[in-house]
C-alpha cells in the first residue's frame, strides 16, 4: 500500500535560515511525488512536482525538492527562510495515471523573526 | 485565475442538522474531490468523483453522501450532523477523469470550517 511520512510534525526556524523538510513514501511503482503548502485558513496550494528526469525539482516561491529513489525520499528545500513561509507543508504521492493522491500528515513550519 | 470555489468558509450547524457544502471549479476538471483535514491526522478522503453522476468512496465515507449533477459542481451531504463532524473540509479538482491523463495534481478551494455544536 502506498503511504507517505513526514518525520516533523513542527520545525521553527529563524528567518534568513536554510530550510529542508522531510518527506519519504512507499509506493510499488514510480511515483509521482508532490508538495503543497497551506497557510492558515486557506485551502492548499502546489508548490512543486516531480514527474520524471531530473531529480532536483524547482517550484514557487523559491522552493525546490529533491528525488533519491535509493531512499524513497523527497525532501524540500530552501535556501533563506522568509517569515512569510510560516505555514503547514504537505508532501503527497500518486501514480502516474489515476487521480488519487496519498498525502502526509503535515510538516507545520514555524518562522521566527 | 482558474479557481475551486467553496461557498462558505465558516458555518456552525446542530447536531442532527442536513448540512449541505458546496463546492464549484471553473476548470472543466472531470476530478472532484472531498476531503476533511483534522489536526495530526492529515487530509483524509472522503469521496471522490471522475464524472457527472459518478462516485467513488474514499476512506472515511461513513456518515456522508455526495452528489454531482453537473461538471462544475460537487457537493458534500452531512446527512444527520454530528460533533464528531467538526472539522475543516476541502474540496479539490483535477483533470483526467477515467482517461490514461497524467497526474498533474490538484486545485484545492480554501476550505470551509464545519463546527456541529
Known amino acids: 500500500a502506498q503511504s507517505v511520512t513526514q518525520p516533523d510534525i513542527h520545525i521553527t526556524v529563524s528567518e534568513g535560515a536554510s530550510l529542508e523538510l522531510r518527506c519519504n513514501y512507499s509506493?510499488?511503482?514510480?511515483?509521482?511525488l508532490f508538495w503543497y503548502v497551506q497557510s492558515p485558513g486557506q485551502g492548499l496550494q502546489l508548490l512543486l512536482k516531480y514527474f520524471s528526469g531530473d531529480t532536483l525539482v524547482q517550484g514557487i516561491k523559491g522552493f525546490e525538492a529533491e528525488f533519491k529513489r535509493s531512499q524513497s525520499s523527497f525532501n524540500l528545500r530552501k535556501p533563506s527562510v522568509h517569515w512569510s513561509d510560516a505555514a503547514e507543508y504537505f508532501c503527497a504521492v500518486g501514480a502516474r495515471y489515476g487521480q488519487n493522491f496519498v498525502f502526509g500528515p503535515g510538516t507545520r513550519l514555524s518562522v521566527l523573526p | 485565475d482558474v479557481k475551486v470555489t467553496q461557498s462558505s468558509r465558516y458555518l456552525v450547524k446542530r447536531t442532527g442538522e442536513k448540512v449541505f457544502l458546496e463546492c464549484v471549479q471553473d476548470?472543466?476538471?472531470?476530478?472532484m474531490f472531498w476531503y476533511r483535514q483534522d489536526p495530526g491526522l492529515g487530509l483524509r478522503l472522503i469521496y471522490f468523483s471522475y464524472d457527472v453522476k459518478m462516485k467513488e468512496k474514499g476512506d472515511i465515507p461513513e456518515g456522508y453522501s455526495v452528489s454531482r449533477e453537473k461538471k462544475e459542481r460537487f457537493s458534500l451531504i452531512l446527512e444527520s450532523a454530528s460533533t464528531n463532524q467538526t472539522s475543516m473540509y476541502l474540496c479539490?479538482?483535477?483533470?483526467?477523469?477515467?482517461?490514461?491523463?497524467?497526474?498533474?495534481?490538484?486545485?484545492f478551494g480554501s476550505g470551509t470550517r464545519l463546527t456541529v455544536v
Open positions: 509506493y510499488g511503482a514510480t511515483p509521482y
Open positions: 479539490a479538482s483535477s483533470f483526467g477523469g477515467l482517461r490514461q491523463v497524467p497526474n498533474y495534481g490538484y486545485t
Open positions: 476548470m472543466d476538471h472531470e476530478n
